[in-house]
């Protein structure tokens, strides 16, 4: 088989694990009120919130 492409694998999360993404978001408003991050330490928003 070689010169074959790789395999590709495509997840998607069920009803019951997209559930959990509000509990998430929660969970990381929580934390960005209360742990402080070091200054040399980027926060990428856009990264980590996707938006609706």
């Known amino acids: 088989m070689e ?3 790789p395999v590709a694998v495509c997840y998607s999360l069920t009803e019951k694990g ?3 993404g ?3 978001d929660e ?3 929580w934390a960005d009120d209360r742990v ?3 200054d040399d330490v980027p926060v ?3 990264a ?3 938006g609706p």
Do not use: F, N, Y
């Open 44 to 46: 990428e928003e856009s």
């Open 18 to 20: 997209a559930s959990l």
């Open 22 to 24: 509000p509990v998430l």
């Open 36 to 38: 402080a991050l070091p």
């Open 27 to 29: 969970l990381g408003d």
């Open 3 to 5: 010169g074959a492409s």
């Open 48 to 50: 980590s919130r996707p």
